[in-house]
């Protein structure tokens, strides 16, 4: 199995690419890659990696704010619908996204009532980990106001990154299997780094990452099974 590893920095899986630099096999291989960050940059290296190397699955992992505290600091979550947080408008004091607007409609693919759900999750159960919903916005979210309309919308555990949405929009697009790992690192609004988990979180999305991929090339690993609405 070909796999494909990516982040928007370096930094969020140096120690899975450390774990695994050479340990590739002739049943197993894996490539990790910074896409830059944001859902531009995201989105077009996405695509281009898909295209150029035909994974058979791509793993997006980093950290993430969180509109509520979760359980542990660092905890670690599989994104199990994206969608994109601030594509749209205020409008009458309420925030309207693209459906609303009629300017996308719902089920569009490759969008399924207006979110990208993941299809694959089955195959990753073994993880244990948490399933939550992620949007990914440009501008990270400080207003109050904006967070309580996200959170009207959006089913809780809700995560906030600036990449997910280009990494399920892309796969669903080309029928590529993925996998979304997110490390909370911080409350969404919180601006205090000092109260940020960053290493934390690291640490944590790359021990399930490790765990995912050694699962990976020691054993027979199945994503032929898909879920549909």
Request: glycine share 8%; aromatic share 8%.
């Amino acid at each position: 199995m070909y796999v494909l590893v990516v982040a928007a920095t370096p930094g969020e899986i140096t120690p899975a690419m450390n774990f695994f630099h050479g340990k590739g096999t002739d049943h197993f291989q894996v490539e990790f890659h910074c896409t830059g960050v944001g859902l531009t940059a995201a989105s077009f290296e996405i695509t281009r990696l898909a295209l150029s190397k035909t994974p058979d699955l791509i793993i997006q992992a980093g950290i993430a704010g969180c509109f509520t505290p979760p359980p542990a600091p660092g905890e670690v979550v599989i994104v199990a619908t994206e969608a994109s947080g601030d594509m749209g408008v205020w409008e009458n004091g309420n925030w309207k996204n693209m459906a609303e607007l009629s300017l996308l409609h719902p089920d569009l693919p490759p969008y399924e009532a207006g979110a990208l759900p993941n299809p694959y999750l089955a195959a990753f159960t073994f993880l244990g980990l948490s399933h939550a919903t992620g949007i990914s916005v440009n501008q990270i979210t400080t207003d109050q106001k904006m967070m309580e309309q996200l959170q009207k919308k959006h089913p809780a555990p809700l995560i906030e990154s600036m990449e997910g949405a280009g990494l399920h929009y892309t796969c669903r697009m080309l029928q590529i299997p993925f996998l979304q790992l997110r490390g909370i690192s911080n409350l969404v609004g919180e601006r205090n780094k000092e109260n940020w988990k960053i290493s934390l979180a690291i640490e944590q999305v790359n021990q399930s990452l490790i765990r995912l991929l050694t699962r990976i090339a020691t054993e027979p690993f199945d994503l032929s099974s898909k879920t549909t609405k």
